[in-house]
């Protein structure tokens, strides 16, 4: 609707907003067909290749610890080096795009005006990257049409992170705990991670662990990203989901998550940043979500078994405690 026809002034008699009886008449709507999917495709670009590098840069990094083995050996810098650190940004870049294009494609197929993704390059953290995003320039306009667009990222980016998970962890191995933990971190594993680590390698006995191939850490970060875009709030796919399901009645899941996040500070640091971010979206945006136009078109029934499908995907993607200092892992 082009808002400026609500400015116009009133027809006068012998116009076309003349009704025949000498009264002025408000000028009917008009509705004008903008152009979709217009983007500058040179940012979208630009940030992938700076993301690209980052996660490169990362993932060299992450492929000098693996070849360590936490014995602290001496490795040299060379370009093969640098195109081993293509394991995990190769890998973490697939896992992103799948997750954010699965939110374009149905974006598309509903003709909802949405951007291409967004990559945040990231230099200074294990990540190299502070994920993907996407913007959807239009409001939705049924609660089915939101679900399928809220839902299709979490589904395309578990589907990728599977897979690498198998093949990460197959080309991780079991090794001695480093003597002088400082500086090392361990991983929560999240529950389908510790299913497929425990069918490919079994426990691993006291003074050892899992020493990750890069690879394997990529689809550990795919994991958690997955988890932390199902959590029921605002404009996180969770939040998507949950009013498509839940209706008005998703502010109460979102105030209650809220709750949930901040208590999870306390059971581990790690959770300081996002429940920060999360805190600050429900400020910006409000607990509600936005209205979709049509309220009255109810999910279908299969809709509601992927609604249940997305819960067991958060549960085995969560981890309680992300990331810790391994020092204080052993006190």
């Not at 949405?114 to 990559?119: K, V, Y």
């Not at 320039?137 to 399928?148: G, N, S, W």
């Not at 050892?208 to 994991?223: D, K, Q, S």
Request: hydrophobic residues 50%; glycine residues 10%.
């Amino acid at each position: 609707m082009d808002p400026a026809s609500l400015d116009e002034p009133l027809a006068t008699p012998g116009t076309p907003g003349d009704n025949g009886n000498g009264l002025r008449t408000q000028p009917p709507f008009v509705w004008r067909s903008l152009p979709k999917f217009q983007d500058k495709v040179w940012k979208h670009v630009l940030l992938l290749v700076l993301t690209i590098a980052t996660t490169t840069l990362a993932g060299v990094g992450h492929y000098l610890s693996f070849q360590s083995d936490f014995v602290g050996r001496t490795l040299t810098m060379s370009p093969a080096t640098v195109l081993r650190g293509l394991w995990y940004s190769g890998t973490i870049l697939a896992i992103l795009g799948c997750h954010e294009l699965g939110h374009y494609f149905a974006c598309r197929y509903y003709d909802v005006d949405a951007s291409l993704p967004f990559f945040i390059p990231v230099p200074f953290l294990l990540t190299g990257t502070m994920g993907a995003f996407i913007r959807i320039r239009e409001p939705i306009r049924t609660k089915p049409m939101l679900f399928d667009i809220g839902i299709a990222g979490p589904i395309a980016g578990f589907a990728g992170a599977v897979p690498a998970l198998l093949v990460g962890l197959s080309m991780s191995r079991v090794g001695p705990l480093p003597p002088d933990d400082t500086g090392y971190f361990t991983l929560g594993e999240p529950l389908l991670f510790r299913l497929i680590s425990m069918l490919l390698w079994g426990a691993q006995p006291d003074g050892y662990t899992l020493n990750l191939h890069p690879m394997a850490f990529a689809a550990w970060f795919g994991l958690l990203a997955t988890a932390l875009n199902l959590f029921p709030i605002g404009q996180l796919d969770g939040g998507h989901i949950s009013y498509a399901v839940l209706g008005r009645r998703s502010t109460y899941v979102t105030l209650a998550t809220i709750g949930i996040a901040i208590a999870l500070t306390y059971f581990s640091t790690s959770w300081l940043v996002w429940t920060v971010l999360m805190v600050a979206m429900l400020v910006a945006f409000g607990p509600h979500h936005p209205r979709t136009f049509d309220e009255d078109v109810p999910l279908d029934r299969p809709r509601l078994i992927l609604a249940i499908v997305a819960l067991l995907m958060f549960v085995l993607c969560f981890t309680p405690a992300p990331i810790e200092p391994m020092e204080i892992i052993r006190r």
